[in-house]
């Protein structure tokens, strides 16, 4: 029996047929589900038994909207757009000080002025308690409240009453609004070895890439042989400036990364333009698991291209790419418009957005999905996980003890009771936390009503509900008393058992009083796991060449 074959015309019709029909369902169902919220929203409004806010309403039927997305396409009405401008230029117009909530008087307190700010230049201080902003009580309010208050137009002034500890009287500083600038590079040196250069890149704003050239050229000067790049806690920002930073250690006319997307106005190739500042200088890139999507542009595509060693933690793993789109109202609508894809053609997007469990959340592309890429090199890298460095390094876990000292009043009344005692401190490369300082430290701890949670305690307590639920409680009696006893809260001990890590932390604290955020990261270096595996990998020639050559390539990243 002869098979009956449709004529390619009437194949080609009815493709088109079905086309047409899945575009004209989709129309439907926009504009179905517009009217049916728009109606939902007029009826609430004509009939709900209180008045309803409807810009608070509207708000959260879009938040809702968008949380079912991903977290990076996000609404911007127009007072909240100079959050978007600072983001992608790292400007804004205020006092230059970052500002966080003092639970102990419910008020709001300068936390770290930046270097060569308004904030610095007036003489506040970290630890001054904010009292009034022009006259107005700022008691009970939010950072977020207080911090819009301080920003504004520049070249605007205002008085700003703050209370010092140790001074008798509320001090007043009249402050001149500046337009800051955020420095992308927050520190650039040579390492104590003479021959390394180090440089740390915190966000990919606007002309990035020309200080990132400026602090290389200045390295190079200063005898320069190798050379640390950290993007660790990089979260990104504007790829145009990532490419350009590639393009320093790459030759012209290389493709970089690439965007793909459902129109044909979010495709773009992006390839290297000019000629690069240097080809040969041995190079490290520094990651960790807050590096994301500009960072990981930089960092694996010198992977990809065998220009640099990776050393650390494998990257966050954001492959979505952004452009802002302008809405009615002067709001706009930072909308994900591509992937990105950097030359070995893998997407290191990490997160599944689109497929999630029961409860609405998304998970993590398991390693068994992901494919083997190659750079060129011939290395094996993968898609789906981020940036896998070409050297790991064990991560340190933030205890729960540090994580509450971080965020409780008790640390930063030490560093300003310290910084009262003493007029100058030794430089940060220089500067330790003797014993003594510690057990002062340790005391002011006992002595406040600090507390924290013990997540051993708490997992206790659940595990003896279930095994009570199961019938088990009984029987187990004694191991869970025995359990109890060596988990038992014991401030004191903890802060002995912890010393070693608890000390970097109030050094930090003490040091930025005096050196700033640029002190900080000095004293920081003086004790990185990463750093010191990166300068390893500097100084044996041999590894380095071997971690990038071909003969690497059956070791998967």
């Known amino acids: 029996m002869k098979r009956k074959i449709l004529p390619i015309a009437v194949v080609v019709a009815l493709s088109l047929c079905w086309a047409g029909f899945k575009v004209d369902k989709h129309h439907f169902l926009v504009s179905k589900n517009l009217d049916v919220f728009n109606s939902i929203f007029k009826e609430l409004d004509m009939f709900y038994v209180d008045t309803i806010n409807p810009q608070e309403v509207i708000q959260a039927g879009i938040d809702a909207m968008l949380d079912e997305i991903d977290p990076y396409t996000a609404y911007y009405p127009e007072e909240d757009l100079g959050e978007l401008k600072q983001m992608t230029t790292g400007k804004y117009a205020g006092i230059g000080s970052i500002i966080r909530l003092y639970k102990a008087r419910n008020r709001v307190v300068i936390y770290e002025p930046y270097e060569g700010t308004p904030a610095a230049e007036a003489g506040l201080k970290v630890g001054d308690i904010i009292l009034t902003i022009d006259g107005k009580d700022v008691e009970g309010l939010t950072t977020d409240k207080v911090s819009d208050m301080l920003r504004g137009e520049a070249g605007t002034t205002f008085v700003l009453k703050v209370e010092r500890p140790g001074e008798e009287y509320p001090l007043e500083f009249k402050i001149t609004r500046r337009n800051i600038q955020m420095p992308a590079v927050s520190y650039s ?277 279930i095994a009570e639920f199961e019938g088990y409680l009984e029987d187990a009696k004694p191991e869970f008393e025995a359990l109890e006893k060596k988990l038992q809260h014991n401030l004191e001990a903890d802060l002995d058992r912890m010393a070693d890590e608890i000390k970097p932390l109030i050094a930090a604290e003490i040091v930025k009083r005096y050196y700033f955020q640029r002190g900080v990261i000095a004293l920081e270096l003086k004790d990185d796991p990463d750093l010191e595996e990166a300068l390893r990998v500097l100084e044996d020639n041999a590894r380095y060449a071997s971690i990038l050559s071909v003969t690497s390539a059956e070791s998967d990243r």
Do not use: W
Not at 288 to 296: I, K, L, P, Q
Not at 313 to 338: C, E, H, M, W
Not at 396 to 421: H, M, Q
């Open 189 to 465: 040196g040579m390492l104590p070895d003479g021959y390394t250069g180090y440089l740390q890149l915190t966000s990919f704003t606007e002309k990035c890439s020309r200080d990132v050239r400026r602090a290389v050229i200045a390295l190079k000067e200063q005898g320069m042989t190798g050379m640390v790049l950290d993007l660790r806690g990089n979260g990104g920002g504007l790829l145009s400036e990532a490419v350009e930073i590639v393009n320093l250690f790459v030759p012209k006319g290389l493709e970089i990364v690439s965007t793909k997307g459902k129109l044909r106005q979010a495709c773009h190739v992006y390839k290297t333009s000019k000629e690069p500042l240097d080809l040969e200088i041995p190079l490290v890139v520094l990651v960790d698991g807050a590096t994301a999507s500009a960072a990981e542009i930089v960092s694996g595509a010198l992977q990809d291209l065998d220009r640099a060693v990776v050393v650390g933690a494998r990257t966050f793993g954001k492959g979505l790419v952004q452009i802002p789109r302008d809405l009615p109202y002067n709001g706009q609508l930072k909308v994900t418009t591509s992937r990105y894809y950097i030359p070995s053609g893998r997407c290191i997007q990490a997160i599944d957005y689109q497929h999630r469990d029961k409860e609405g959340r998304a998970g993590r592309i398991p390693d068994s999905l992901t494919t083997v890429f190659h750079t060129a090199a011939g290395r094996k890298v993968r898609d789906g996980g981020g940036i896998r460095p070409d050297v790991e390094v064990k991560q340190e876990k933030l205890s729960n003890l540090l994580f509450y000292l971080l965020n409780d009043d008790v640390l930063l009344d030490y560093g300003t009771d310290y910084a009262r005692a003493h007029e100058t401190i030794a430089g940060p490369e220089y500067f330790v936390i003797t014993d003594e300082d510690y057990a002062a430290f340790k005391q002011k701890v006992l002595s406040s009503d600090f507390k924290y949670d013990r997540q051993s305690v708490d997992a206790l307590e659940k595990l003896k509900e």
